[in-house]
């Protein structure tokens, strides 16, 4: 809240939550909860299942198609942490090293979760 002060001039705030601005041409912003990414459903799902899918191929037996994708798989995990989504070109490579490693993924439930979050995202 805004008062004079004893002389009549000047400008005195007090507590404040949230965001405010000052002046003419400001913006704010402000991301509630720590100024994470705004939260996709459906990249929110892909995380669970890309998590789901790393932990279920660290039991695997390693072969380059599974070290493709486990690279695949915590780069998708990074993204999506930092930016909030996985972009179109991640989901190809993602995609790509899915079909890659289909013998083992074609076993694992989680591998299948990712498969059909990956879809959903880009269309078919």
Known sequence: MATADERGNGIHIGSVQGAFAIGDHNTVTHNEGGGG????PAQQELL???RALRDDLSRAVETPQVT??????????TEIADTGAAGPGRLARLRAALGDASAVVGLLASGAAVGQAVAALVGG
């Open 48 to 50: 669970r299942a890309v």
């Open 68 to 77: 493709a994708l486990s690279g695949e798989l915590a780069d998708t995990e």
């Open 37 to 40: 990414p705004a939260a996709d």
